[in-house]
């Protein structure tokens, strides 16, 4: 299993469904995350470019995604572009969760990172206990707790060298 980066258009529409499908059942376990319209295809496309996204598969399924951007200066504007990549929508289908596949998706990016000689991964989440014991027990970091506009997130990143 490893991750690909986008090359087609149909590729957005991939995005769409895996992330509708995570809101979904995120939002019948009351763990709303994301809403809908944040993760409708046009809005994706007005956020991300095609070549940032990236999908986990075997060559025979697709069982989740992120987008990997070289810059975000919405969460991290004092951060130097140039050491550090940044997470955005790491999902799994929910039908694969639980196997480590997210984790999956990072040690991916981990490598994407080392052979860019990428210095840091930094990633903004939802401030829920669980996302925070999730990227902590990785190796991530806490930075802070930042509000942006109408976001509040807990600011993570991980220093690429340690592995």
Known sequence: MYLVQASNENHWDVAENILKEVVLDLGVRGKQLWTLDQVDKEELKRRYQLDELFLLTDNLNIFGMVFIQSDDPFFWPEINQI????????????????????????????????????????????????????????????????QIEEFKVDRYQLLVENF
């Not at 981990?110 to 210095?119: E, F, G, P």
């Open 83 to 146: 050491d550090s990549m940044f997470l955005h929508k790491l999902a799994v289908l929910p039908k694969y969760q639980n196997e480590g596949l997210g984790y999956k998706i990072i040690e991916s990016a981990i490598d994407l990172a080392k052979s860019k000689t990428i210095k840091w991964i930094r990633l903004d989440c939802d401030g829920r206990p669980e996302l925070k014991i999730y990227y902590e027990k990785f190796g991530f970091s806490f930075v802070d707790e930042i």
